[in-house]
């Protein structure tokens, strides 16, 4: 190991750089924290740098000294495809639950997606979406005399949730006590890890209770499922569960609330959606891409080297698809927000193996929840003088985004 001071950073604080990375490639960049209120342009100033870079923080909870952040699309994605190499296989939780399928490698993890899909299939998307509409007008309902909401709070959170229980096939009753799970699974990693623990043994009981009598929701899919030929375990029933809450949650919340600002803050393409409908998916696509949300992690299992550098056994790989959606060279004039763009091949999603499962339910709640806004509250804004503050992470969010009209 040596101590490295960091380069083109203000915060010089030393940290132990292992012997293979050169000092050159060293920069205390931080997916967490000092990203400003408008994180993702903060990001994608990294495009001007190094194709790789090691930073000495972290932006959560998996062990080591630091991470290895490739900056081009074509790097991540080489990275996220070839899951052999780089794992995935390291816990996120701080808990000894294992979330699943997102930290198994292959061959492992095409068998338990499998049990997972039938959830996301056209025909049971198709039924959620009254469902999703409903959900939707029933939140807007509930603010719009107002005039004015805090769009996080009031509409952002409560939203996916919602429909969590609906593909859980837990009653609405269900709601407060989900919200109150979500919140501490948002606020930090201590929290988190309980919180987590509390959504697990909730979801044992259920489990419990569909092995007993199955009805058509997931659990159930997932009791009656087999993998190698036996049935799968309480815990990896409740593991698959918990992580079909988190992963639905905080990013529907985050994309919903960075697109939102997006429209607030150029009323002119808040416009032209309200004037044409038609106009909707196209444009969230790249909302998504412009305001992708995620930074996930990989680990080598092997000495390999990546764009250009000898990557270490056990070192962290770090994929942004921040980074890989506003890769100059694969999007023209990648930091302006062209509605209209297509095609729009970003990774807001991720890619390989572990691409999101929920995609297509992530695209219908936002293309819906965009379609009833604009259906049901006049033309928005950002309430004058109120400070967005957004905080970085695995997942970048918001903290709140108050809204006029
Ligand atoms: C805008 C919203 C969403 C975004 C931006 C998003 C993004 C992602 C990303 C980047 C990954 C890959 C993580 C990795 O490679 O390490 C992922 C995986 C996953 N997502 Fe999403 N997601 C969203 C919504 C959802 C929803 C609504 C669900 C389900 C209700 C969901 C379920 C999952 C699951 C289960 C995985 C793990 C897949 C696997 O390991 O094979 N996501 N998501």
Redesign the pocket.
């Known amino acids: 190991m040596h101590a490295s001071p960091t380069s083109g950073d203000t915060k010089s604080h030393l940290q132990e750089i292992p012997d293979h990375v050169p000092s050159e490639l060293v920069h205390a960049f931080d997916f967490r924290t000092g990203l400003g209120n408008y994180p993702h342009s903060t990001v994608a100033e990294l495009h001007n740098g190094p194709r790789i870079f090691y930073s000495p923080t972290h932006h959560n909870a998996i062990p080591g000294p630091g991470t290895w952040v490739p900056t081009r699309a074509e790097d991540i994605r080489a990275v ?1 495809q070839d899951a052999a190499t780089f794992s ?1 296989a390291v816990s996120r939780s701080n808990s000894s639950l294992r979330l699943i ?2 930290e ?1 490698d292959p061959p492992e ?1 095409p068998k338990f ?1 499998a049990i ?1 899909n039938p959830i996301f299939s056209p025909a049971r998307m198709k039924a959620l979406e009254e469902k999703i509409r409903s959900r939707a007008k029933a939140l807007i309902a509930a603010c719009r005399e107002k005039g004015a909401c805090d769009f996080v709070e009031e509409f952002a959170k409560p939203f ?1 949730v919602g ?2 229980l609906d ?1 859980m096939g837990l009653p609405p009753d269900n709601m407060t006590r989900f919200l109150e799970w979500e919140a501490l699974i948002m606020r930090d990693k201590f929290t988190r890890a309980g919180a987590m623990q509390q959504v697990a043994a909730y979801l044992q009981e259920l489990v419990e209770a569909r092995r007993k009598s199955p009805t058509d929701d997931l659990i159930s899919f997932a009791v009656t499922a087999k993998v190698d030929g036996r049935p799968l375990s309480d815990a990896e029933v409740t593991g698959m569960c918990v ?2 809450f988190i ?2 949650l905080d ?2 919340t985050s ?1 919903f609330a960075f697109h939102f600002r997006h429209l607030a803050e150029n009323p002119a393409d808040q416009d032209s959606l309200r004037h044409d409908f038609t106009l909707i998916p196209t444009a969230v696509e790249e909302l ?1 891409r412009a305001y ?3 930074n ?2 990989r680990y080598a299992t092997r000495d390999v080297e990546l764009a250009g550098v000898s990557i270490k056994k056990g070192d962290n790989v770090t ?1 942004s ?1 921040i980074l890989a959606s506003r890769d100059p060279r694969e999007f023209e004039d990648p930091n302006r927000v062209l509605l209209t763009r297509s095609p729009n091949p970003h990774n ?3 890619y ?8 297509h ?2 695209r219908r ?2 293309i819906t929840g965009m379609e009833e806004w604009l259906t049901q509250v006049p033309p928005f804004h950002i309430k004058p003088g109120a400070e967005i503050v957004t905080h970085g992470g695995g997942v970048f969010s918001m903290e709140s985004l108050p809204l006029v009209w």
Do not use: D, K, Y
């Open positions: 996220l995935s399928p997102l198994m993890h997606r997972m996916p429909i969590f593909i992580l079909l992963a639905g990013t529907v994309s998504f992708a949300v995620v996930t992690n994929c698809t807001a999603f991720s390989g193996p572990h691409r999101c499962i929920g995609s339910l992530a709640e936002i």
